[in-house]
Structure formats: structure tokens, C-alpha cells
């Protein structure tokens, strides 16, 4: 039994996707869903039998990632639990983070009558799932950032590096401030990241003075030179790495607070705020203080603090309960998954695009010591 604050809580979150959807079906205007506060669900009884639509969960259990499969695992029971038990059974299959043993994994769900795939986690197993499951019509929700795999049935969820970039671009723009140095790591996320940003100048956004690569293995080994002065410092870099990159910058006396410092999602943790470089600093990324509620509700149910991935899980599993229960004899058509008006979730509003692609609003934030304060706020509607 989940703890009566944890329950609450989710009382508070969960619904905004289900009355979302009894709002779509009516003829008004459509437009996302108040925050309310219902009536507190209860956690069935163990010796109920579930008789709905079979929803698989691919994570990996074992291996070097099963800490934060096991982490997506929990997310997605919470929702399931507080939200979906009648209208939805869960499978959850390991996938051992390997292509192998996702394929593996996809084939037993499949077997078992899975009618929607949620997973897996990294995009070198997501073609394996692509190629079990388009054959038999199912649709796949890839917890992936890649959007190189995303396809008419196959949704990428993870939380796009281009469309924060886009959209902090677009707010530095407004500020007037377009002159751009930038350093990006030479691994894939650095590739998304130049792609993204030479995107933007070419719009005409930015103008790029200066990008350096750096190995991504050790940020400190950027070139030992002064750069020039511009409006933007942008760094595709977070965690670890970024301390120790803008200790490289610092130690060749580069003046960070004459810049405007910029970044991607990756500094949406609560250690960016203590890097006093990093104060005043901007990225875009969705509003945390629902996020923040969430973790506190995990962290009392678990025992431990989530990672961030895990509100993916989180909000899948709320968004299949939500689709089960609004549209129950065919919850999965693509015409629903892709409603324009979208859904909303702990990470706020996201709508799933015909091409696979997943669109999400997002905040401007700035860092400060004591928390992210809000520039702009996440739109309220696409």
C-alpha cells in the first residue's frame, strides 16, 4: 500500500491527463486541464484480477543499467497503481540493455497480447521493438531522445536536446542578444547540439563566432586561448563535466560573468545551483516544481531520490490509463495518440506528432542558489 501522503499527492498530478481527455470529448473548444483536486484513488487489492488492455513496460532490470531501470519501473507502478488498474495491465519485461535481450523482451510481450509498447530505454534497442511490433500494428512510445527513430507508429518521449535549444534561442533572440561562442562535447549529444544550433543560424537566431569541440572524455581539454567577446556562452554539457569545463574556462581567465551564460536540459539538477559560475545562467526545460513534488512522493514510497528519466515512465503510463479510459474501445489509434490539443503530465504539456516526433512546451529558467526561477512560463496550450 502506498503511503497516504504519496497517495495524495498523485491525487494531485495523475488526473490532469484524465480530465484533459473528458474535456476533449465534449464539443467545446479544446484546451489543457486544470489543476484540480480529486478524490483520492485507492491501490487495488491484490487479489483483484485485471481484465483490461495489456500495456508493455521494456526496462532494463539487469545489467549495468538496471538501477535506473528499476527506477522506471517504480515511476510507472505509481501511475498504474493510482490511475490505470482498471482500465489497464501492465507487463514489464527486461530488456537486460542489450538489442538482444530487448528483442527478447519485445517478442514475450507481444506473445503475452501487448496492445502498446512503452520502452525501451536506449535507442540501440529501439529498432529491435520497431521490427517485432509494427508488423502486428502496435504502437511503441521509445523513452529515447533519438528522433532518428522516430516513425508513424514509433513516438520518441525522451526529452529532445534541439527543442531546448530552439527554445532558448528564440528567448535570447527576443533580448537581443545573437552572437554566439560555443563549446559542445564530440559524442552524439555534441552532434545533436551543432546541428540545433547551425539550424538556428541559418534562420538567422544566432550568429556562431566561435564553436569548439572538446573531448568528451575530458572536458579539459579545451584550447588554452582567450575568446571573443559575445553576447552568449552556450555549453551542451552537464553534470561532472561541465564543472570541470568551466574550471578549464576559469583557470585561463576567461571571464564567464561577461557573458550570458546558456545550456540545455541537462542542467535541470538541483547541483547545477551550486555551481555559483552558473548563477543567472539560462536553459529551457519544463517547470520542476511538479517534478519536485513528484520526487518527494518517490522518495517517501522507495526510499530514494529518482533520476530524472523517471518521470517518462511516469507520465506514459498516466497518458495510456487516461487514452484506456476516455476512448476504451480503441485507445491506441493513432488518431488519439496524435490529438492536436496534446496532454499534460508532470513535465508539463507534450503532444505526440504524426511523424513520431513529441513536441513539448517549455519554461526559461534561470539559475539561482535557492532554485530555478521562471522567466517564461510553459505555454498552457500548443
Known amino acids: 500500500m502506498l503511503p497516504t501522503k504519496a497517495r495524495y499527492l498523485l491525487g494531485l498530478i495523475v488526473p490532469l491527463t484524465f480530465v484533459f481527455f473528458l474535456e476533449g470529448c465534449s464539443s467545446r473548444v479544446q484546451k489543457p486541464a486544470p489543476i484540480v483536486k480529486p478524490s483520492i484513488p485507492k491501490k487495488p487489492k491484490p487479489s483483484q484480477t485485471v481484465t483490461s488492455r495489456k500495456v508493455a513496460l521494456l526496462v532494463p532490470l539487469s545489467g549495468p543499467s538496471r538501477g535506473l531501470g528499476k527506477s522506471l519501473q517504480n515511476a510507472a507502478e505509481l501511475a498504474f497503481f493510482e490511475n490505470g488498474h482498471d482500465g489497464m495491465e501492465l507487463i514489464i519485461e527486461d530488456t537486460l540493455g542489450t538489442p538482444e535481450g530487448t528483442a527478447l523482451a519485445t517478442q514475450k510481450a507481444l506473445d503475452k497480447g501487448s496492445e502498446l509498447i512503452l520502452g525501451p530505454l536506449f535507442s540501440k534497442g529501439t529498432p529491435e521493438v520497431v521490427k517485432l511490433a509494427n508488423p502486428r500494428q502496435v504502437p511503441v512510445l521509445s523513452f529515447t531522445n533519438d528522433k532518428t527513430a522516430a516513425a508513424p507508429q514509433t513516438f520518441v518521449l ?27 562535447p564530440n559524442d552524439d549529444y555534441g552532434t545533436l547540439a551543432e546541428s540545433a544550433l547551425r539550424r538556428q543560424e541559418q534562420q538567422g537566431t544566432i550568429k556562431i563566432v566561435h564553436l569548439e569541440k572538446y573531448d568528451a572524455r575530458n572536458p579539459s581539454s579545451l584550447s588554452r586561448k582567450s575568446f571573443p567577446k559575445t553576447d552568449l556562452l552556450f555549453i551542451a554539457e552537464g553534470g561532472q563535466n561541465l564543472s570541470r569545463l568551466l574550471s578549464t574556462l576559469l583557470y ?131
Do not use: C
Open 158 to 184: 525522451g526529452f529532445d536536446p534541439q527543442e531546448q535549444i530552439q527554445r532558448v534561442l528564440s528567448y535570447t533572440s527576443k533580448k537581443g542578444k545573437k552572437s554566439l561562442i560555443a563549446f559542445i
Open 252 to 382: 585561463h581567465e576567461n571571464k564567464l560573468e561577461s557573458y550570458q551564460l546558456i545550456g540545455t536540459g541537462q542542467w535541470d539538477t538541483p547541483s547545477i545551483r551550486s555551481n555559483h559560475s552558473l548563477t543567472g545562467a539560462w536553459f529551457a526545460s519544463p517547470d520542476s516544481q511538479p517534478r519536485l513534488k513528484f520526487e518527494e512522493m518517490f522518495q517517501e514510497t522507495y526510499g530514494y531520490r529518482p533520476p530524472r528519466l523517471s518521470t517518462l515512465a511516469y507520465d506514459a503510463v498516466s497518458l495510456v490509463a487516461a487514452l484506456s479510459k476516455s476512448f476504451p474501445a480503441n485507445p491506441f489509434a493513432k488518431d488519439t495518440l496524435t490529438r492536436s490539443v496534446g496532454f499534460s503530465g508532470i513535465d508539463g504539456l507534450f503532444r505526440l506528432k504524426s511523424d513520431g516526433t513529441v513536441q513539448r512546451g517549455l519554461a526559461i529558467l534561470e539559475v539561482h542558489p535557492e532554485a530555478f526561477r521562471i522567466l517564461e512560463k510553459m505555454p498552457r496550450n500548443f
